[in-house]
């Protein structure tokens, strides 16, 4: 690779700044806005590459270091810097277990609490036999990532998908639907454009569109300003919903829509959401989404093994809702009917 170990920490802590930047406005809630179905990381490689930062970071660290950068982002990074990838987007990645607490501080819960110093002190790096270096923790620090893993999976039931959470989030990708055909919203044509944009330019929209513009904008606009004008829950499933259950969900949407043909009826399907990704693989070298567990003699093993709390934990989370308008007495009516 050529990389002395101090070109290597600034690679991964200039990675780590620059990861997000390519975040659209209100961050995740705005994820299906970047042209050809790109994300945001996709956004900041391309801000590193076709701005000028480049050649700022070339000049003030080291020649390549940008594309060191980006390779750890969106592409293939060499096999020694793969535990840098890990620690960027893996299983136990820090910006996951930065996000934990600060949201649920933020959120005034508890849920995403864990040990985050006992966390750090238990992580470790081994070597794979494919030679590429990888995250491992110490055989003590098992119970800490099963504390950071059941953080992830409360505030995902909890915060994350909340009812009214969710309904928000739906409603904002609505308006930008709508926006991205707005004169302001056709200037987002390249990832880079995303620069041009932020809450408060978008929300300056929002406030624009619901004075402004056609009935539906209009009242998309009107629900997120004034917010008590939302619809409501009707329907839920559990929060590990089977792919089957969509049908099902389909056919009382189908049944409250005759039923109630002015309730605007819709679902919002969270899709499957990992919580982990940890499986026994006993057979082939552990993949970038597993965990090494070193015991005190050096031995490897897979985390699965070593954590009947894991094993028995649902790897993903899906849940699925119907919601619609009405008063009080017709929506407990909605209820029923398809309870």
Do not use: Q, W
């Given at each position: 690779m050529g990389l002395s170990i101090e070109e290597g920490v600034k690679v991964a802590r200039l990675s780590a700044l620059l990861h997000d930047v390519g975040h659209f406005a209100f961050s995740h809630s705005g994820e299906g806005i970047y042209p050809d179905r790109k994300k945001h990381e996709d956004a900041s490689a391309a801000i590193i590459s076709e701005t000028g930062l480049k050649k700022i970071l070339e000049k003030n660290f080291f020649s390549g270091i940008a594309d060191y950068i980006i390779s750890l982002l969106i592409g293939t990074p060499p096999p020694e810097l793969w535990f840098i990838k890990n620690l960027l987007s893996g299983q136990i990645d820090l910006d996951r277990?930065?996000?934990?607490?600060r949201d649920s501080l933020f959120c005034g819960v508890g849920y995403g609490n864990?040990?985050?110093?006992?966390?750090?002190?238990?992580?470790?790096?081994?070597?794979?036999?494919?030679g590429?270096?990888?995250i491992a923790v110490d055989r003590g620090g098992v119970h800490t990532i099963e504390s950071l893993i059941l953080a992830r999976y409360y505030?995902?039931?909890q915060v994350y998908f909340h009812r009214i959470?969710?309904?928000?989030?739906?409603?904002?990708?609505?308006?930008l639907k709508g926006w991205i055909t707005t004169r302001r919203g056709k200037k987002f044509k390249k990832l880079v454009d995303v620069l041009n944009f932020d809450d408060v330019s978008i929300w300056r929209d929002i406030v624009e569109t619901a004075g402004k513009a056609g009935p539906i904008q209009k009242e998309t606009a009107r629900t997120l300003l004034e917010r008590g004008r939302h619809h409501r829950w009707?329907?839920?499933?559990?929060?590990h919903a089977q792919a089957e259950e969509l049908g099902d969900i389909r056919d009382k949407k189908g049944l409250l829509d005759s039923k109630y043909p002015g309730a605007e009826v819709f679902i919002i399907d969270s899709g499957g959401q990992n919580i982990h990704k940890f499986?026994?693989?006993?057979e082939e070298d552990v993949p970038l989404d597993q965990l090494i567990v070193l015991d005190r003699k050096g031995h490897k093993h897979d985390i699965i093994n070593e954590s009947p709390v894991l094993e028995t934990l649902p790897k993903e989370f899906r849940v699925i809702r119907l919601y619609a308008k009405g008063t009080?007495?017709?929506?407990?009516?909605m209820r029923r009917l398809v309870h």
């Open positions: 277990t930065d996000y934990l607490v864990f040990d985050y110093n006992r966390f750090i002190e238990c992580l470790t790096i081994v070597k794979s036999r494919k590429s270096l990888e505030m995902f039931s959470r969710s309904l928000y989030d739906h409603y904002f990708g609505e308006f009707v329907y839920e499933t559990s929060d499986a026994v693989k006993p009080d007495d017709e929506i407990e009516r």
